[in-house]
């Protein structure tokens, strides 16, 4: 049985929303020649633990990548799998994140790291420690077998979001056989997307580089030269990405963040 993807408008209250406003605030101040603001209504600490990630709010967004390259149409979707609410509790903050199957913008809960974007290893950003999956792994295997697409590529990516990253890398290989060319571009996006997970982050931007300009391609150049200190070029993709994107889309807030800590870099 399938579900169409609901709508999904972000808590205004998460923290990624309430960073974003901040570091705009900053963005404003600094274009006005007033530098760093005195004072804001959000004050930024190490506090207590981010807010619980809802996993169907989650689920929603962990297929939005669908939606970047074939923007006409609504796919039929599988429901949230079963081992779902398991992984998106268990898993870590994430600080360098790509528009992909699998991911949701969520995962940046932790405000830290974001502060040494471009001066940190994007690699060390995009870690991903393995988490058990095995249901995961057999949906992945079942939907290649099956030639069910895009289901399967949606499939793989929560794979690699369990850190599972050598079965997932298994996974694109197989399913690239039997892979409609409608969902070419898709899938180019997930290998990328892999290799930025895998620590090689030059590999994913090169990958990125030489893709078609779809949302989600102009969503990771930008993220991937934020993270690689290439601060023109992640403005520019940041911004074209995050107009492509529905504000009430949490992947927009998320663009929108970025963008502002680019734009604070100058």
């Known amino acids: 049985m399938t579900e169409h993807l609901p709508s999904a408008t972000p808590n205004p209250k998460v923290v990624s929303d309430l960073f974003a406003a901040y570091l705009e605030d900053q963005v404003k101040a600094h274009l006005a020649g007033a530098g760093l603001a005195e004072s804001s ?6 506090a207590a633990p981010a807010q619980p990630v809802e996993p169907r709010l989650a689920w929603s967004e962990a297929c939005y ?35 992909c199957l699998g991911n949701y913008p969520q995962l940046v809960r932790d405000l830290n790291p974001l502060y040494q974007a471009g001066t940190t290893k994007a690699a060390t950003a995009a870690v991903l420690r393995p988490l058990p999956a095995p249901g995961l792994l057999e949906w992945a295997k079942q939907a290649i077998q099956r030639q069910q697409f895009p289901q399967a590529l949606l499939a793989i990516g929560t794979v690699r ?10 996974l694109l290989d197989q399913c690239q056989k039997t892979l409609p060319q409608a969902w070419r571009n898709a899938w180019a996006n997930e290998k990328a ?24 391609v102009l969503f990771n150049r930008g993220m ?21 994107i529905p504000e009430d889309n949490a992947w927009h807030h998320l663009a929108r963040l970025y963008l502002a800590l680019a734009e604070m870099r100058g």
């Not at 390259?69 to 903050?93: C, T």
């Not at 991937?224 to 492509?244: D, G, I, K, M, V």
């Open 224 to 244: 991937a030269a934020l993270f690689l200190n290439r601060t023109p070029e992640a403005r520019t993709s940041l911004q074209r990405a995050a107009e492509q």
């Open 193 to 216: 997307a892999l290799a930025w997970h895998r620590g090689s982050a030059e590999e994913a931007w090169n990958l990125w580089k030489a893709q078609e300009e779809t949302t989600a």
């Open 161 to 170: 979001l369990a850190g599972q990253l050598d079965e997932a890398a298994k």
């Open 65 to 99: 990548a669908l939606f970047c390259f074939h923007p006409d149409e609504k796919p039929s979707l599988p429901k949230v799998p079963s081992e779902w609410s398991s992984l998106v509790a268990q898993r870590e903050p994430l600080s360098a994140l790509p528009l």
């Open 41 to 46: 209504e959000v004050e930024l600490y190490d």
